[in-house]
């Protein structure tokens, strides 16, 4: 996983073509601005204001970093500039809060947490909190999330998601998806999963559908969303894995801005925001009650 989440996204009023012919330009534009929840009446909490360091509020800005092709949670509209989905309203209704505005910068998803404190100041981008993250950045949980499979209409290869052995499976690189896949390789001695990582999302869902990889794995709302946007090319396989939290990141040093993001999410949890700004991307049930700043991982 990235990870992304337990709950189907139900896009029917985002559409978006993937170009088979294409998979280098495959894209997920799939809304028109404006489409979402409307975060304009989210007002500065003087409180959570304060709790903001002055380094970050001095420019105005919450700089957000976001991995903008992985609809319905992070993707680019259809005007070809404006970021929408999910983490995106929910990065603008955070930063109102503090009595800032979001920022959202496009980067590459393996590079964002690297340049954490440096180049961003905060990560939404349907990160699973792992061990391995919480080693290197802070992370407060906001959001349920699993990962699930699809294949071609009819699983046409009889792809067996509990035996992925000799198969040729499509992923994003730098998902949670892709350490699964690859540390299960050493179960397929002699027949091993063929893991084929790609920077987008698109082009994972593209070349599923066109043939180049048997299955695609990805976090359930993305896998959802995929299914319903090929109108009848894919179909889901097997059941949503691994239920684990998203989390905002955070640099590992900045614990005043941690704590800060931990009581706007928290805020948006008792008020019902978040889970409106959820519901609006179809994701409603997976909205968590507590924000936890670096939950304990199983």
Same mark, same amino acid.
């Given at each position: 996983? $990235?990870? $992304? ?52 509020? *001095? ?40 009595? =800032? ?29 792992? *061990? ?160 936890? =700043? ?5």
């Amino acid at each position: 996983m $990235r990870t $992304r989440s337990l709950f189907a996204a139900t896009a029917a009023s985002l559409a978006v073509t993937l170009a088979l012919g294409a998979c280098s330009t495959a894209s997920q534009e799939g809304s028109q601005a404006g489409v979402g929840f409307d975060t304009s009446g989210i007002t500065k909490d003087d409180a959570i204001a304060a709790m903001v360091p002055d380094a970050v509020a *001095a420019d105005g800005k919450l700089t957000v970093a976001a991995e903008l092709t992985y609809a319905p949670l992070e993707f680019v509209a259809t005007d070809g500039t404006t970021p929408v989905g999910m983490d995106m309203d929910i990065a603008h209704a955070v930063a109102a809060l503090m009595g =800032l505005t979001a920022d959202i910068q496009s980067s590459q998803f393996d590079s964002i947490i690297p340049a954490m404190g440096t180049r961003y100041e905060v990560a939404l981008s349907a990160f699973t909190i792992t *061990a391995e993250r919480l080693e290197s950045v802070n992370m407060v949980s906001y959001f349920a999330a699993g990962s699930q499979f699809a294949v071609q209409k009819g699983n046409p290869d009889g792809v067996d998601p509990d035996n992925l052995c000799g198969f040729t499976v499509g992923v994003q690189t730098g998902t949670v998806q892709q350490d699964e896949l690859e540390a299960k390789q050493a179960d397929c001695a002699g027949n091993p999963i063929t893991v084929l990582p790609y920077d987008k999302q698109a082009d994972v869902t593209t070349n599923l559908v066109g043939g180049k990889v048997q299955a695609m794995y990805a976090d359930s709302p993305v896998t959802a969303y995929a299914v319903e946007q090929t109108e009848g090319k894919l179909e889901t396989l097997g059941e949503i894995r691994d239920a684990a939290p998203y989390g905002a990141v955070i640099a590992k040093d900045d614990t005043a801005l941690a704590q800060a993001v931990q009581a706007a999410l928290q805020q948006l949890m008792d008020d019902g925001t978040l889970a409106k700004i959820a519901a609006a991307w179809g994701n409603e049930q997976g909205v968590l009650q507590t924000a936890e =700043l670096n939950p304990a991982t199983d």
